[in-house]
C-alpha cells in the first residue's frame, strides 16, 4: 500500500527556516507530480507548492513565491520543502501530496490520489 510519510515540522521563530520530507513507501513514485498543501486552524486545505515527475517544472502560491523552494530526489523517492524566511501566516499542518496530473494543473484542485499524514509546523512571532 502506498503511504506518504511526512516529516521536517517544529516550532520555528519567524524568520527562520525549515526544510520538510516527504518519503514514498509501497511503490515508486518518480512518475507522479508530487506537492504539498497547508491545512491553517479552521480553514480547508491550501495549495503551497508542486513538482512534476522529473522536477523540472516547479509552481507555487503566491504568497510563499520566493521564500519556499520544493525539489524532490526520485532515486530516494522524496520530495522536499525548503522554507525560508517564515511567517506566522506560514503556521499549520502542512500535507504531502502525490497526483498522475500534471503539476501544473494542480492549483484550485483538492482532490488528489495520495496525501500524506501531515507535519506541524508553528512560526512563532
Known amino acids: 500500500q502506498e503511504q506518504l510519510l511526512e516529516s521536517g515540522g517544529g516550532l520555528v521563530q519567524a524568520g527562520g527556516s525549515l526544510r520538510l520530507s516527504c518519503a514514498a513507501s509501497?511503490?515508486?513514485?518518480?512518475?507522479?507530480?508530487m506537492g504539498w498543501f497547508r491545512q491553517d486552524p479552521g480553514k480547508a486545505r491550501g495549495y503551497v507548492a508542486a513538482?512534476?515527475?522529473?522536477?523540472?517544472?516547479?509552481h507555487y502560491a503566491d504568497a510563499v513565491k520566493g521564500r519556499f523552494t520544493i525539489s524532490r530526489d526520485n532515486a530516494k523517492n522524496t520530495v522536499y520543502l525548503q522554507m525560508n524566511s517564515l511567517k506566522p501566516e506560514d503556521t499549520g499542518v502542512y500535507y504531502c501530496?502525490?497526483?498522475?496530473?500534471?503539476?501544473?494543473?494542480?492549483?484550485?484542485?483538492?482532490?488528489?490520489?495520495?496525501w500524506g499524514q501531515g507535519t506541524q509546523v508553528t512560526v512563532s512571532s
Open positions: 509501497g511503490r515508486t513514485l518518480s512518475s507522479y507530480s
Open positions: 513538482i512534476n515527475w522529473s522536477g523540472d517544472s516547479t
Open positions: 501530496v502525490a497526483d498522475w496530473r500534471d503539476a501544473a494543473s494542480w492549483y484550485g484542485k483538492n482532490e488528489f490520489e495520495y
